[in-house]
Every structure is written in structure tokens, then in C-alpha cells.
């Protein structure tokens, strides 16, 4: 069975810094691409930015320049550094990872459960 752990986020006063984390574990056979998601109160999820296994990066124009990925693929984890933090970035942010497993080897996209990050002062 594959999971995706979330761990980071919480309260920061805008300008701050925030780092999120998220590993991929199971019986994971290879995975495409990894990454954060985010969702606001009232809009629609929306990619924050993504990762492929050879290192392409793909961010969302909000957050580039302030957000970088990184990506251990011996670990099969991301991390997300999160700089100059604007209110605007409160949401709950979601690991997202597109990948086959043993046990259903067809590539599909799994989920996090989901860690809040808050940007107020």
C-alpha cells in the first residue's frame, strides 16, 4: 500500500520561511513525477510545483522566485522551501505523486492527506 507523509507547514507572519516534506513509501515499483498542491477556502486545487526523476521543475507563476523543489529520488521524498510567504499562500498543500506500485503497476496519482499552511500576522 503507498503513502504519501506530509510533515511541515503552520502559522508564519508574512516574509517568513516555511519548509514542507513528503515522502513516498510502499511497495513503490517508479515514480513519474512529485509535487505540492495547494487549495484555498472556496477556490479549486491548483499546482504549486512539480518535479520529474530527471529534475525538470515546473512552478506556478505565484510562487516562482520564492518556492523551490527539491526531490530525493533514492528516497523517493520532496521537499518544498518557501520563502517571502504572502497571505495570499494560505492553504492546505497536498503531496501529489504520479507513480506505479507492485501491487498495480499502471501509473496513477496518489495523494496526502493534506497540511495547512497559514500566512498572517
Known amino acids: 500500500q503507498v503513502q504519501l507523509v506530509e510533515s511541515g507547514g503552520g502559522l508564519v507572519q508574512p516574509g517568513g520561511s516555511l519548509r514542507l516534506s513528503c515522502a513516498a513509501s510502499g511497495s513503490i515499483r517508479s515514480i513519474s513525477v512529485m509535487g505540492w498542491f495547494r487549495q484555498a477556502p472556496g477556490k479549486q486545487r491548483e499546482l504549486v510545483a512539480s518535479?520529474?526523476?530527471?529534475?525538470?521543475?515546473n512552478y506556478a507563476d505565484a510562487v516562482k522566485g520564492r518556492f523551490t523543489l527539491s526531490r530525493d529520488n533514492a528516497k523517493n521524498t520532496v521537499l518544498l522551501q518557501m520563502i517571502s510567504l504572502k497571505p495570499e499562500d494560505t492553504a492546505v498543500y497536498y503531496c501529489?505523486?504520479?507513480?506505479?506500485?507492485?501491487?498495480?503497476?499502471?501509473?496513477?496519482?496518489?495523494w496526502g492527506q493534506g497540511t495547512q499552511v497559514t500566512v498572517s500576522s
Open positions: 518535479i520529474t526523476g530527471g529534475g525538470y521543475q
Open positions: 501529489h505523486a504520479n507513480l506505479r506500485s507492485d501491487s498495480l503497476p499502471v501509473w496513477r496519482d496518489y
